[in-house]
């Protein structure tokens, strides 16, 4: 049984509308998940929910050399994708993704992990293994050499030891894959007088990283490198399909400067190698 | 002259001609800008892209003379591909001269005037690879090219780092530092027993490291005779990348015309060399 006053319904409609919305403001808990954070396909995905709600998403790159900031902007709920717009990014190291966000005053945090350096925007060029079957210079002598520093008298087209002696390795028509001999033409050992810069060792052409391979998604670095080591992975920004390529440092360029990596190419052409170009290039890890 | 130090200090040691303002090592980074707060230090020589087809514009001016590159033709006896024609315009006399170059340049970057009598045209002969050319202005002809890698020229004075082709020893490749005198001749910037003008390799003077100085080779010595010869019998070479000398500097800076400083980098050191080559490199 109730006691106490009586009142209608369209008493008590009124009385809810005019007491109860400001005793029980509506208070939003914002969650936040970053799902994807992807340096290689540029991507970061972002969950907001309540998918009703809105406010202020802070997207933070973190590093010990000083965060930057990715996105300041107000964004309802739902699932957002972010580009980490890498060419206008800082050359440091970073370690993850933070994401913000605020609705009504309160602040919802996620972070995911996304390790990678920023090396800086680094010059491409390239180097192969040249054919002598498409150099086209005249026969000159040339010697082939083995283990016992044996030297036998051939021919190799003038061009293509040109190209041996710059590149240090080629492949030959007659004698498979040639390195450059050095340590046969050098004292005290004796050798033919003209054989110095055009003897080659028939040997199976190696890159300087023990173990590795050279192909078209390969690349050789300075010699100490600060940041690149033999293994490593770099994303070129740019470079073919967007957001760019990613290759592998197996060599190294004698000739590269440290902001310059040297793309292995399986064009087996004697010359006409070109650049690639300039492109923001990235470690990955 | 044994002039390392494993500390931050400085040390000053005279060789021969060559003179040693000092060198001290270091571990650690080094920011971009290291050497070149001096604004009349000449900066290492700034790399093109390589690319032949898309020969760009290039020439140099001074009081006297004017040089630029005015055609480019295809050349199969030469190296590079193409023969580069220069006009010279002799301001003072009024009259126009031109000279070729026909070797294994195939692009052509930069040129710089020494004097009346002399120029220097750097080129590329692949992405890695660069070619100095010493024009003499009065014969109108090359009087002695070469290859190399990082070239910084001041004046008379070209330094740089010795060819090395791509090689997975780094008894090969391991730098030796050189410097050309452009107004001293061929033969004199060549170490005697060399193998003549024609070698476009092994030319200049090395500067750096002191056993190249010392024992006048162009060859790399990283190890003694018997190691060396122990590590070349064996093709899986397993000498350290750490064990060879590389360039630490962003290049080779003159801090005025005969006096080059540059980081070396060694065993995870870095070595600043500073040498004084003003005296001569005989």
């Given at each position: 049984m109730i006691e106490g006053p009586v009142c209608t319904c369209a008493q008590v409609g009124s009385a809810f509308q005019t007491s109860l919305t400001p005793l029980l403001p509506v208070t939003v808990s914002p969650k936040v998940e970053i799902t994807t954070a992807d340096i290689i396909s540029d991507q970061i995905v972002v969950s907001l929910s309540p998918s009703t709600a809105s406010g202020g998403l802070l997207l933070t790159l973190a590093s010990p050399d000083g965060n930057v900031t990715l996105l300041n902007e107000a964004r309802s709920g739902g699932t957002h994708t972010f580009s980490f717009n890498p060419t206008a990014l800082p050359a440091r190291q970073f370690t993850e993704v933070r994401a913000a966000w605020t609705v009504?005053?309160?602040?919802?945090?996620?972070?995911?992990?996304?390790?990678?350096?920023?090396?800086?925007?680094?010059?491409?060029?390239?180097?192969?293994?040249p054919r002598e079957s498409l150099c086209t210079g005249a026969p000159e002598r040339a010697y082939i050499t083995n283990a016992m520093c044996n030297f036998t008298a051939t021919t190799l087209r003038s061009d293509f030891i040109r190209q041996v002696n710059l590149n240090g390795s080629s492949r030959s028509i007659n004698f498979g894959d040639v390195v450059r001999e050095f340590f046969c033409v050098a004292p005290p050992r004796v050798f033919p007088p003209?054989?110095?810069?055009?003897?080659?060792?028939?040997?199976?052409?190696?890159?300087?990283?023990?173990?590795?391979?050279?192909?078209?998604?390969?690349?050789?670095?300075?010699?100490?490198?600060?940041?690149?080591?033999?293994?490593?992975?770099?994303?070129?920004?740019?470079?073919?399909?967007?957001?760019?390529t990613v290759k592998t440092v197996t060599d190294l360029c004698p000739g590269c400067r440290e902001d310059q990596l040297d793309n292995y190419t399986t064009d087996e052409r004697c010359s006409g190698i070109t650049h690639l170009g300039h492109f923001v290039t990235i470690r990955l890890r | 002259m044994a002039v390392r130090s494993d500390l931050n200090s400085w040390r000053v040691v005279g060789a021969g001609a060559i003179f040693f303002l000092?060198?001290?090592?270091f571990h650690g980074s080094l920011p971009s800008t290291r050497i070149s707060s001096n604004p009349l230090t000449q900066r290492p020589s700034e790399v093109r892209p390589f690319d032949p087809d898309r020969q760009s514009e290039t020439s140099a001016e001074s009081e006297d003379l004017s040089i630029s590159l005015s055609r480019m033709e295809p050349c199969g006896d030469c190296g590079g591909g193409r023969a580069f024609t220069f006009e010279v315009r002799h301001k003072r006399r009024g009259t126009l001269t031109s000279?070729?170059?026909?070797?294994?340049?195939?692009?052509?970057?930069?040129?710089?005037?020494?004097?009346?009598?002399?120029?220097?045209?750097?080129?590329?002969?692949?992405?890695?690879?660069?070619?100095?050319?010493?024009?003499?202005?009065?014969?109108?002809?090359?009087?002695?090219?070469?290859?190399?890698?990082?070239?910084?020229?001041y004046g008379r004075f070209?330094?740089?780092?010795?060819?090395?082709?791509?090689?997975?020893?780094?008894?090969?490749?391991?730098?030796?530092?050189?410097?050309?005198?452009?107004?001293?001749?061929?033969?004199?910037?060549?170490?005697?027993?060399?193998?003549?003008?024609?070698?476009?390799?092994?030319?200049g003077i090395p500067i750096y490291p002191l056993e190249n100085v010392e024992r006048k080779v162009y060859e790399p010595v990283i190890l003694d005779e018997e190691e060396a010869r122990q590590i070349a019998e064996v093709e899986a070479n397993p000498l350290a990348e750490e064990e060879a000398h590389s360039l630490g500097s962003e290049g080779l800076f003159w801090l005025q015309e005969g006096v080059v400083a540059f980081v070396d980098r060694w065993k995870r050191k870095n070595h600043l060399v500073v040498v004084d080559v003003r005296s001569g490199l005989a």
């Amino acid at each position: 049984m109730i006691e106490g006053p009586v009142c209608t319904c369209a008493q008590v409609g009124s009385a809810f509308q005019t007491s109860l919305t400001p005793l029980l403001p509506v208070t939003v808990s914002p969650k936040v998940e970053i799902t994807t954070a992807d340096i290689i396909s540029d991507q970061i995905v972002v969950s907001l929910s309540p998918s009703t709600a809105s406010g202020g998403l802070l997207l933070t790159l973190a590093s010990p050399d000083g965060n930057v900031t990715l996105l300041n902007e107000a964004r309802s709920g739902g699932t957002h994708t972010f580009s980490f717009n890498p060419t206008a990014l800082p050359a440091r190291q970073f370690t993850e993704v933070r994401a913000a966000w605020t609705v009504n005053g309160v602040t919802g945090t996620g972070k995911k992990a996304a390790s990678f350096r920023v090396l800086g925007t680094y010059l491409h060029s390239q180097y192969n293994t040249p054919r002598e079957s498409l150099c086209t210079g005249a026969p000159e002598r040339a010697y082939i050499t083995n283990a016992m520093c044996n030297f036998t008298a051939t021919t190799l087209r003038s061009d293509f030891i040109r190209q041996v002696n710059l590149n240090g390795s080629s492949r030959s028509i007659n004698f498979g894959d040639v390195v450059r001999e050095f340590f046969c033409v050098a004292p005290p050992r004796v050798f033919p007088p003209d054989a110095p810069d055009r003897s080659f060792r028939q040997q199976s052409i190696r890159p300087a990283c023990s173990g590795q391979v050279l192909n078209d998604t390969t690349v050789a670095r300075a010699p100490n490198h600060r940041h690149l080591g033999c293994g490593d992975r770099v994303l070129i920004v740019g470079l073919g399909r967007p957001p760019g390529t990613v290759k592998t440092v197996t060599d190294l360029c004698p000739g590269c400067r440290e902001d310059q990596l040297d793309n292995y190419t399986t064009d087996e052409r004697c010359s006409g190698i070109t650049h690639l170009g300039h492109f923001v290039t990235i470690r990955l890890r | 002259m044994a002039v390392r130090s494993d500390l931050n200090s400085w040390r000053v040691v005279g060789a021969g001609a060559i003179f040693f303002l000092g060198i001290a090592s270091f571990h650690g980074s080094l920011p971009s800008t290291r050497i070149s707060s001096n604004p009349l230090t000449q900066r290492p020589s700034e790399v093109r892209p390589f690319d032949p087809d898309r020969q760009s514009e290039t020439s140099a001016e001074s009081e006297d003379l004017s040089i630029s590159l005015s055609r480019m033709e295809p050349c199969g006896d030469c190296g590079g591909g193409r023969a580069f024609t220069f006009e010279v315009r002799h301001k003072r006399r009024g009259t126009l001269t031109s000279f070729t170059i026909r070797n294994e340049t195939a692009q052509i970057d930069e040129i710089a005037i020494v004097n009346s009598s002399r120029a220097i045209v750097l080129g590329s002969v692949s992405g890695t690879v660069r070619i100095v050319n010493v024009v003499d202005l009065e014969a109108n002809s090359v009087r002695d090219s070469f290859y190399c890698h990082f070239p910084s020229i001041y004046g008379r004075f070209i330094a740089y780092v010795k060819f090395a082709p791509r090689h997975p020893s780094p008894l090969v490749w391991s730098f030796v530092y050189l410097v050309y005198d452009v107004l001293a001749s061929p033969e004199q910037n060549r170490l005697s027993g060399g193998r003549g003008l024609e070698d476009r390799e092994r030319v200049g003077i090395p500067i750096y490291p002191l056993e190249n100085v010392e024992r006048k080779v162009y060859e790399p010595v990283i190890l003694d005779e018997e190691e060396a010869r122990q590590i070349a019998e064996v093709e899986a070479n397993p000498l350290a990348e750490e064990e060879a000398h590389s360039l630490g500097s962003e290049g080779l800076f003159w801090l005025q015309e005969g006096v080059v400083a540059f980081v070396d980098r060694w065993k995870r050191k870095n070595h600043l060399v500073v040498v004084d080559v003003r005296s001569g490199l005989a």
